[in-house]
């Protein structure tokens, strides 16, 4: 078979099956007014909506760089759910340097931005990451939504995915499957000499790993009531 067929069936596996892990800490920052910004999806051929999503801001370098990498998988969350059109950082007028102001809504309408995403990442003196975002009603220049998370840094993706997730179900209204694992069985080999490995990875294809190595059978996985456990 194919080299490329294993990415194939990854790429078919989220039809398949998914299971979500364990929630990490969330703390809520704020609970602001309602805003006026919501995104239909109920119309048969919604328009996706313009979202703009800066690095999220850090003090150390380290934490720069967890910035502008959560930033970058909420913002690939967002695109393929075909709901949401991130505008290039590019167009930016404002750049965002400190998280506690907020931010100059003008600029943002003038690229005609109808939300805002701005957040922090900080690397606290335990060594756990810390991230917190916020969501903005560009035109009503409102905050809509405020969370905090802490975990371990090796979670980031993770991170990622739970304020994607945060931010399609305050939009939408429905909730989100960003934060998601996919289990399938990846074949690879000869046609008559097929190998069959139990797989999981991130909803995104990301941190895929092997759970068998090929020799046993794998047909069907069967998951636990609970969903923590796979045969």
Known sequence: MPHNKSDMLRKAAAILLAIFLAPATIMLVTAPAHAVLELDITQGQPQPLPIALPSFVGATPDAQKYGADIAQVVTADLERSALFRSIPQSAFIEQISNF?????????????AQALVT?????????????????????????MLGLQFVTTPR?????????ADAIYERLTGEKGYFDSRVVFVDESGRKDRR???????DQDGANLRYLTDG?????TPRFSPNAQEIT
């Not at 506690?100 to 005609?112: H, L, S, V």
């Not at 957040?119 to 035109?139: H, I, K, M, N």
């Not at 190998?195 to 990875?201: F, P, R, S």
């Open 119 to 143: 957040g922090r990442s900080t690397v606290l003196p335990d060594g756990r990451l810390q991230a917190e975002f916020r969501l903005w009603d560009v035109f009503a220049q409102q905050q």
């Open 155 to 163: 979670n980031w993706r993770r991170i990622g995915h739970m304020i």
């Open 215 to 219: 020799n046993d059978l794998v047909l």
């Open 195 to 201: 190998v069959k490995k139990l797989a999981i990875m």
């Open 100 to 112: 506690d102001q907020p931010p100059r809504f003008g600029d943002w309408r003038i690229i005609q």
